[in-house]
């Protein structure tokens, strides 16, 4: 059950980083999901790998894993932690790419802002290298799929039609 009061509040209401010194390492997974729409043409030229900027999915997957490593500088007051592994996914269907992403780390803390911040970045990554091709593409559905460890235990999104 979610706590009812925000944690990253002290109790005058001024911001505070969290306290998880006091929580014990333990093993913890976290996978993120979001995608793109884009349009035929340009979702072709990135299938077909002709970009003129390159490679677009493998920069989009080295973009999320980077932006992972870099998440506690991005987010105020999120830990900083050693992550274990961070994987993306890129799915590519006729109307766009969903991204999903997977972070690992044995630590106090979860790494479900790390799992967001690679989904979100890999997805802006495939809009900047292929906005000259179709500036109409839209990022949508960017959410936590899934969450394993710690002391709240596992979570999973409910399954929908999205």
């Not at 969290?18 to 990135?46: F, M, N, Q, S």
């Not at 050693?82 to 044995?106: M, Q």
């Amino acid at each position: 059950m979610p706590e009812s009061r925000l944690t990253h509040l002290d109790d005058s209401g001024a911001a505070r980083m969290v306290d998880v010194g006091h929580k014990p390492a333990t093993t913890r997974i976290a996978v993120a999901e979001g995608r793109i729409l884009i349009a035929a043409p340009a979702l072709a030229v990135i299938r077909e790998g002709t970009a003129k900027k390159g490679d677009v999915l493998a920069t989009a997957r080295i973009a999320g894993i980077m932006a992972a490593k870099r998440t506690a500088e991005l987010i105020p007051l999120c830990h900083p932690l050693p992550l274990g592994s961070v994987s993306i996914d890129l799915a590519l269907s006729e109307t766009g790419i969903t991204a999903t992403a997977t972070a690992t780390t044995t630590g106090p803390t979860g790494v479900e802002m790390e799992a967001l911040t690679a989904v979100s970045v890999a997805l802006l990554t495939l809009y900047d290298m292929a906005k000259a091709m179709d500036r109409s593409m839209r990022i949508e559905g960017i959410r936590l799929l899934e969450k394993r460890g710690g002391k709240s235990g596992d979570w999973r999104t409910a399954t929908d039609e999205s």
